[in-house]
Structure formats: structure tokens, C-alpha cells
T-cell receptor, first 118, second 113 residues
């Protein structure tokens, strides 16, 4: 069965600090996708990144970077030089293509509440 | 570009009342989904529809029914609301199997008293 674990329930840092959000996943499939979504205080879910299981290259987008390591089943998210606007709940999610009759949806972690203090 | 829209934004029900949550997408996506979000639980899949005319149960389908009215619209119905169904409901859509990204609506906050 699929499972996504975000062990950090809440993280609080001071603005301009770097912060890493951890995500560990479990799947039996060799083909799968990993995602990060942001949920700001306004409540909507904003797509940040998708990574497929065959692409282990790290990705950088501005102050955001993602580290995908299949060997440890982790897909961690780092924000460099954090800003108050980064304050949100961040969700890691997993989708596999061949779930053997399982539901065709995303399996979400429970989220990490990130608080950036000015 | 509206993307995924949901109505209503907020609703208060009494136990036993029924209601339908509406979802529509204008991205010509084949797959649509309903999730519920509860504090500390992340999002859990209620029902999904891989294409027009098909629906399937997700992780937490009990107490809900769905209708895929056409390619654009996917509704979620609570026949007899219970306090345990107090939650935030999100609708999402996805193009097809090769483009796994799901795009979410703004959510419907439901309170059952």
C-alpha cells in the first residue's frame, strides 16, 4: 500500500533562514510520481512540483529546491532564504500508475505547517 | 482561465439534511476527484471519475454519492449529513494518465451541526 510520511508537524524559523521539509514515501510500484503542494492561509492548494520515479535529478526553482533520493525513498523540499510569504502548510503526495486495483488518486502526507517569523 | 471551480464556498447543515457540492473544470480534463481534508489528516480521496460516465470509490466513500454529469462537472452528494462529515472538501481534475498532476479547486468548507 502507498504511504507518505511527513514527520515534521510544524516548523518555525526566522525569516531568511533556510528550511527543509522532509517527505518519506512507501510504494511497491517501480513507476510513480511524487508531488509537493502548498496550502497558504487562504486555503487553496497550489501545485509546486511533480517528479517521476525515473528522474532523480534534483530541481531548483528560485528559492525552492527538491532532493529526490530513491535509495532512501525520500523527496525533501528546501526553501532558501525563507520569507514570510512562505508561511503555509506543505503537502507531499504520491501517485503510482499501476496500483493493482487501488484508487486512482493521490496519497497525501499529513502536511507540515511552516511558520516564517519576521 | 477559471480552472476548477466549486460551489458553495461555505455551508452549514443540520444533522440529517442533504446537500450537493458542485465542481466544474474548464481544462477538458478526463479525470476528476473529490477529497476531504480534516485537521492533521492531510487529504483523503472520497470518490473519483476516470472519465465521463464512470465513478469509483476512494479511501473514504461511506456516506457520499457522486455523479459525473458530463466531462466538465462532477458533483458530490451527502444524503444524510452527519457531524463526522464536517470537513473541507476539495475537487480536483487531471488530464490523463500520462500527466499525473492534479489541479485543485478552492474548496468547500462544510459544517454539520
Amino acid at each position: 500500500a502507498q504511504k507518505v510520511t511527513q514527520a515534521q508537524t510544524e516548523i518555525s524559523v526566522v525569516e531568511k533562514e533556510d528550511v527543509t521539509l522532509d517527505c518519506v514515501y512507501e510504494t511497491r510500484d517501480t513507476t510513480y510520481y511524487l508531488f509537493w503542494y502548498k496550502q497558504p492561509p487562504s486555503g487553496e492548494l497550489v501545485f509546486l512540483i511533480r517528479r517521476n520515479s525515473f528522474d532523480e535529478q534534483n530541481e531548483i526553482s528560485g528559492r525552492y529546491s527538491w532532493n529526490f533520493q530513491k535509495s532512501t525513498s525520500s523527496f525533501n523540499f528546501t526553501i532558501t532564504a525563507s520569507q514570510v510569504v512562505d508561511s503555509a502548510v506543505y503537502f507531499c503526495a504520491l501517485s503510482d500508475l499501476y496500483s493493482g486495483g487501488g484508487a486512482d488518486g493521490l496519497t497525501f502526507g499529513k502536511g507540515t505547517h511552516l511558520i516564517i517569523q519576521p | 482561465n477559471a480552472g476548477v471551480t466549486q460551489t458553495p464556498k461555505f455551508q452549514v447543515l443540520k444533522t440529517g439534511q442533504s446537500m450537493t457540492l458542485q465542481c466544474a473544470q474548464d481544462m477538458n480534463h478526463n479525470s476528476m476527484y473529490w477529497y476531504r481534508q480534516d485537521p492533521g489528516m492531510g487529504l483523503r480521496l472520497i470518490y473519483y471519475s476516470a472519465s465521463e460516465g464512470t465513478t469509483d470509490k476512494g479511501e473514504v466513500p461511506n456516506g457520499y454519492n457522486v455523479s459525473r454529469l458530463n466531462k466538465r462537472e462532477f458533483s458530490l452528494r451527502l444524503e444524510s449529513a452527519a457531524p463526522s462529515q464536517t470537513s473541507v472538501y476539495f475537487c480536483a481534475s487531471r488530464a490523463d494518465r500520462d500527466q499525473e498532476t492534479q489541479y485543485f479547486g478552492p474548496g468547500t468548507r462544510l459544517l454539520v451541526l
